[in-house]
């Protein structure tokens, strides 16, 4: 199975900063990457498609990079309503594996 | 709007068996894959199975592979999870997500709704 690793494990910022988040795939997976935002209690949802590509509807505070086995998810300026939890996941094999997970605070 | 509700969860003793289901509104059920998604308590997300369109075609991850059994009936836009010979370890919230691609092939991909989801717990 392809394992994904996200970094940090949770981070805590200040409203308004750049916040980063990173996903590393075992091996390649092209660009087969998507990103969820989680909030506690409610349904998953999909923010970022193909690595890059911003589903409808999403702010466009978010924004996704990488191919290959590095991907990051980018918050340009981190808002109160950004508080969640944030999962990677890859769909280029069978066993579509999701990251660990990124708890996001505000400082 | 794109709705899916999920029901059926609850507490069950180990070797037991459940039948979830997934109510699904605001889109042509049947042009889409379903799946389910499982999230143990301080696990990460884990993709569980898949359905096609139809129903005709399904797959499932190695961990639950004889032991789960996915379903639909389009008629009544509803998904299920039948789960069977429970574990302690199948304890998890067990999201339906629709997929991505219309069509209802089955495809790997990442999913654009999710349900909350419905808790089940596996425990003597």
């Known amino acids: 199975d392809i394992q994904m690793t996200q970094s940090p494990s949770t981070l805590s910022a200040s409203v308004g900063d750049r916040v980063t988040i990173t996903c590393r795939a075992s091996q390649s997976i092209s660009s087969s990457l998507a990103w969820y935002q989680q909030k506690p209690g409610k349904a998953p949802k999909l923010l970022i498609y193909?690595?890059?590509n911003l589903e409808i509807g999403v702010s466009s505070r978010f924004s996704g990079s990488g191919s290959g086995t590095e991907f990051t998810l980018t918050i340009s300026s981190l808002q109160p309503d950004d508080i969640a939890t944030y999962h990677c996941?890859?769909?280029?094999?069978?066993?579509?594996?999701f990251g660990q997970g990124t708890k996001v605070e505000i400082k | 709007e794109v709705q899916l509700l999920e029901s059926g969860g609850g507490l069950v003793q180990p070797g037991g068996s459940l039948r979830l289901s997934c109510a699904a509104s605001?889109?042509?059920?049947?042009?889409?894959?379903m799946n389910w998604v499982r999230q143990a308590p301080g696990k990460r997300l884990e993709w569980v199975s898949v359905?096609?369109?139809?129903?005709?075609?399904?797959s499932y991850a190695d961990s639950v592979k004889g032991r789960f059994t996915i379903s639909r009936d389009n008629s009544k836009n509803t998904l299920y999870l039948q789960i069977n010979s429970l574990k302690p370890d199948d304890t998890a919230v067990y999201h339906c997500?629709?997929?991505?691609?219309?069509?209802?092939?089955?495809?790997?991909?990442?999913?654009?709704?999710w349900g909350r989801g419905t808790l089940v717990t596996v425990s003597s």
């Open positions: 605001g889109f042509t059920f049947s042009d889409y894959a």
């Open positions: 996941q890859q769909y280029n094999s069978y066993s579509r594996t």
């Open positions: 193909k690595a890059s």
């Open positions: 997500a629709k997929g991505i691609t219309w069509g209802g092939v089955i495809v790997i991909e990442g999913f654009d709704y």
């Open positions: 359905i096609s369109g139809s129903g005709a075609d399904s």
